[in-house]
């Protein structure tokens, strides 16, 4: 029998750019929702990530499980956050950096296809 109700602190906390991030990590809770919904386990998610612990990547699942409306809500914005970002710098590019981008894709999935 457990003599207290037990309790938990997330492992979360919101960084002066307004990012939520992992325990004392750099980690961004949308990297660690991104890799559950690509089927990762908490142990492939510390594999990808070794700053994070075991533990903290579940208690953030769990949590997550618990609050998946408003987390994704928070996924979305943030995805749409970075693809502006992509666009706009994508828009930027000189002549010269395109060029190059066309050449290493092409580089790319020729590596790809002879594999």
């Not at 492939?44 to 408003?70: F, I």
């Amino acid at each position: 029998m457990i003599a207290n109700e037990p309790t938990m602190t997330i492992p979360i906390r919101t960084d002066e750019h307004g990012a939520i991030r992992i325990g004392k990590t750099r980690v961004l809770l949308e990297l660690v929702i991104h890799a559950y919904y690509r089927g990762e386990t908490p142990e492939g998610v510390v594999d990808s990530y070794p700053s994070l612990t075991t533990s903290d990547v579940y208690a953030v699942l769990a949590y997550y499980l618990t609050h998946r409306d408003e987390i994704d809500a928070y996924v979305r914005q943030r995805d749409a956050q970075a693809d502006a970002i992509i666009q706009q710098m994508q828009a930027n590019l000189t002549p010269e950096a395109r060029a190059l981008r066309t050449r290493l894709r092409a580089y790319q999935d020729q590596q790809k296809n002879s594999s």
